[in-house]
């Protein structure tokens, strides 16, 4: 499991990581399937896939079912090197305001950065906005945020993202 | 063809829609065409299908391309050198209403705003959906010739958005005429992303996507219609246009897919809560998706300086379009569905799919504080230089690239031009989207007229242009991965910085003597907000800053840009 070094030798758990694909069409159908598992994994990451048709596939601890047309998918999750964590050592801790060094105290994240500008410092302020999905870069699990209004930092990723034709 | 040369590649003339007339061939003097042929290039050049801008690459001229050593492209040749001043005409390609089912407003509620704030012509864009095709691309026709006839002074072109096949939407408008409508709905049924079936491939859906774009051209070649233009919206929102897919589309017709949204609109999103919406500029708050180009960093996702990263990244990817002579442009628009401030609402009663529209809009009293759009006009303006005030001169002029872009007004007014050394001439000069060709070591140098503002804007200030930038690269011709997004090439090479209070900026700069093919463009800012550009501050010192989520004023940073003008070797 080199492509989770950071993680598994820092991880709460060191079960193996497996390759799983349910054909979800968006990365919050793969989130709400991973955050609904129970007993909660240790590490959960969603991956884009192009084959068999583009959709997310999952890394997981612990083993699932995947059909047979979709275990290249699978495959392809447990292997990728770009897996956005949605479940790590301390996501369930990153909620409210924290301090960037907080956040790399309290949780698997690595680094945190600025989008477009390099690293943030230790004293900014992250507005987690109860929704924090890291991505592996390298091997590292890097929380990339951006400026919002009231001087703070918040995750790149938000939870709901104007859809398509939003009803604006 | 009539240009003897060796090559191994493939003689497929795509661009030109498969004519490979001489008519096309502007190497062959109309002398020695025959008479069927000068007529057929008399019609194509009526019709803007001759040109550099109609032709897959500038280097579609031979001799350009054999005296720069690079390998040519096949398509329309020539063109591009109209030359002396033009009527500036300022538009908005990209404007909803009440046959959108996210929209509300009448045609005319948007085409008399656009008008007195200022507009010379918009396009109406209604979404592609089931019921547009079915109703919408019909019943909306009466409203637009009703509004053409209440407003001869501003032209209203009907158009669709179009739901790209395997992409984004993209403004797809032709010229009015007896066949708009017919031509729009075939269009729309046959080859709109909503109505194909859903169990298509990716390839198969990115192969409608250019059959689209062909379909039109073939329109206006058997005359149903004089123009019909694509241009791509929102590019890079949410990372599903790649860079093949945009060059694909160029490819497919020139002389139809011109170009992209160099900023979305929805400029008002960003205007912090509890004043306005406090979201994101431009609605540009999306992260990758399983239909996302997997190789597009997430800056891509967001604006810069209210501009979409294609366009806003120094070297990036619409310069490393312009580096292979790729004739593409940018445009600006207020994609308005439902406007900052405004005080109405959808009429009640409405059934959508029913009827194809909403029920006209009602006065709530009610202030949309949270509304993201501005009314067409009110923010940004695509300037297009026309030869005269019509329907076909400005599609031309969109076409030819002649065409500047300004946010909040940035600027009054602007003339770019291309000038061998010395050459002050007011009728000579290459204006914005043309090829000026001069024989290798000849001194060329870009001459900029700026009008500062000195009229208020529609925020009641005055703008205040503070610094200028000339941007080159060099034309390095095609690329072998069309996934490219980068031109190592292209920096800014000059930076002026503009005296307050003057009225007037005339800029010159140096060129050079030319060497290797090239292109040039200019961008120009408030100075408020700027960061080192993405690709490094040798590359782009002062760059556009990425906007505050939920805090972007979008009148507190300001910025024009223009289109290329290209500079070639004549070889002769």
């Known amino acids: ?168 | 063809m009539g240009h003897g040369h060796d090559h191994d590649h493939d003689h497929t003339h795509e661009s030109a829609g498969g004519d490979v007339s001489p008519a096309l061939d502007l190497s062959i003097p109309d002398s020695e065409l025959s008479p069927s042929d000068v007529s057929r290039r008399g019609f194509l050049r009526g019709a803007g299908l001759l040109g550099a801008g109609a032709a897959a690459s500038v280097l579609a001229v031979p001799s350009a391309a054999q005296a720069a050593g690079l390998p040519h492209s096949h398509g329309p040749v020539g063109g591009g050198s109209d030359k002396g001043g033009f009527r500036w005409l300022a538009g908005d390609h990209h404007i909803h209403t009440q046959y959108s089912s996210d929209a509300q407003y009448r045609v005319i509620d948007q085409a008399r705003h656009g008008r007195a704030f200022g507009l010379d012509w918009v396009v109406i864009t209604d979404h592609g959906s089931v019921a547009h095709a079915k109703i919408g691309v019909e019943k909306v026709n009466p409203d637009i010739r009703k509004t053409r006839e209440e407003y001869k002074d501003l032209l209203t072109f009907q158009g669709l958005e179009w739901n790209i096949p395997a992409a984004e939407h993209a403004t797809v408008f032709v010229t009015p005429s007896r066949n708009e409508v017919e031509v729009l709905k075939q269009f729309e049924n046959n080859y709109d992303g909503n109505l194909l079936p859903a169990t298509n491939t990716t390839a198969q859906n990115e192969a409608a996507a250019i059959a689209g774009i062909k379909f039109l051209g073939s329109q206006v070649r058997a005359r149903k219609i004089d123009g019909a233009l694509f241009l791509a919206n929102h590019p890079a929102r949410r990372g599903i246009d790649s860079p093949h897919e945009i060059r694909n589309w160029r490819d497919a017709d020139p002389s139809v897919a011109v170009g992209f949204e160099g900023a979305p609109g929805h400029q008002a999103a960003g205007i912090p809560a509890p004043n306005g919406r406090g979201g994101a500029r431009g609605y540009y708050d999306n992260n990758p998706s399983a239909a996302s180009f997997p190789g597009y960093p997430l800056e891509s996702y967001r604006t810069w300086g209210g501009f979409d990263w294609m366009t806003a990244t120094v070297g990036g990817l619409w310069d490393s379009l312009l580096a292979e002579g790729k004739a593409w442009w940018i445009t600006v628009n207020s994609d308005s569905h439902v406007n900052y401030l405004d005080q109405s609402d959808r009429g009640p009663d409405s059934n959508f799919d029913v009827n194809g529209k909403y029920n006209d809009p009602v006065y709530t009293g009610k202030t949309l504080t949270t509304a993201g759009d501005f009314w067409p006009g009110f923010y940004g303006r695509t300037n297009v230089g026309a030869t005269s005030f019509g329907y076909k001169a400005v599609m031309d002029g969109l076409r030819a690239g002649r065409v500047w872009v300004d946010h909040g007004r940035l600027i009054k007014g602007l003339d770019a031009r291309v000038r061998t050394s010395g050459d002050r001439r007011p009728f000579t000069g290459t204006p914005l989207g043309g090829v000026h060709q001069v024989r290798r070591g000849t001194s060329t140098e870009l001459t900029l007229e700026i009008d500062l503002q000195d009229v208020p804007n529609w925020a009641q200030f005055v703008p205040v242009l503070k610094r200028v930038d000339v941007i080159v690269g060099t034309i390095t011709g095609p690329v072998k991965d069309r996934d490219t997004f980068q031109a190592p090439d292209t920096k800014v090479v000059k930076s002026f910085e503009i005296n307050a209070g003057a009225k007037k900026a005339s800029l010159t700069f140096s060129l050079g003597r030319l060497d290797k093919p090239f292109y040039v463009r200019v961008r120009g800012t408030d100075g408020k907000r700027t960061q080192p550009g993405l690709l490094g501050a040798t590359v782009d010192p002062f760059g556009p800053k990425l906007d505050v989520s939920g805090d972007a004023d979008p009148w507190g940073d300001l910025w024009f840009y223009t289109n290329p003008i290209f500079v070639l070797p004549s070889g002769r």
């Open chain 1, 1 to 168: 499991m080199t492509l989770y070094r950071s993680v598994s030798t820092s991880a709460v758990s060191t079960s193996a990581v497996s390759g799983v694909s349910l054909g979800h069409r968006t990365t919050a159908e793969a989130d709400h399937w991973i955050l609904s598992l129970d007993p909660a994994p240790s590490l959960a990451c969603t991956h884009l896939v192009q084959s068999p048709f583009p959709h997310v596939a999952i890394s997981v601890t612990g083993a699932f079912e995947t059909a047979p047309e979709l275990q290249e998918a699978a495959d392809a999750a447990v292997s990728g090197k770009f897996g956005r964590a949605v479940i790590f050592r301390g996501s369930a801790e990153l909620t409210g305001t924290l301090t960037v060094a907080e956040v790399l105290k309290i949780s698997a994240i690595e680094r945190v950065e600025i989008l477009g500008s390099g690293p943030a410092d230790d004293a900014d302020i992250v507005d987690t906005r109860d929704f924090v999905r890291p991505q592996f870069r390298s091997g590292d699990l890097v929380l990339t945020t951006t400026p919002a209004a009231g001087g703070v930092l918040v995750p790149f990723e938000t939870r709901e993202p104007t859809p398509c034709c939003a009803d604006h």
